[in-house]
């Protein structure tokens, strides 16, 4: 089992930044490909981000693709979401998720991932 805790949302102006960080405990995430996605009020869950073990391989949503930077310490069993230029439209909860099925692929999809954290708030004011 691995327990993902994300931190560091919050409210910020619109064109501010933000770090959201995620946690592991129970294993180690070097193991695992990564990711970050958020939910809206009214709206689905959508991907964000996305790196693979090694942190060579990253994918982003077209929507966030520029502002937001996804990394990885490994050592330090965590992921964390650089969000840049900030926008009304990207205030959400914002989740980190884990996935076993393969070390080097970067995964999109929701059911790719087998562990989720409790998810931390963005709120983007204009």
């Known amino acids: 089992q691995v327990q993902l805790v994300e931190s560091g949302g919050g409210l910020v102006l619109a064109g501010g930044s933000l770090r959201l960080s995620c946690a592991a405990s129970?294993?180690?995430?070097?193991?695992?490909?990564m990711g970050w996605f958020r939910q809206a009020p009214g709206k689905e869950r959508e991907f964000v981000a996305g790196i693979n073990v090694s942190g060579g391989g990253q994918f982003y949503a077209a929507s966030v693709k520029g502002r937001f930077t996804i990394s990885r310490d490994n050592a330090k069993n965590r992921v964390d979401l650089q969000l840049d230029s900030l926008k009304p439209e990207d205030a959400a909860i914002y989740y980190c998720?884990?996935?076993?099925?393969?070390?080097?692929?970067?995964?999109?999809?929701?059911?790719?991932?087998?562990?989720w954290g409790q998810g931390t708030q963005v709120t983007v004011s204009s």
């Open positions: 998720a884990a996935a076993g099925k393969s070390r080097y692929a970067v995964f999109a999809g929701q059911r790719d991932y087998d562990y």
């Open positions: 129970g294993r180690t995430i070097s193991s695992y490909s």
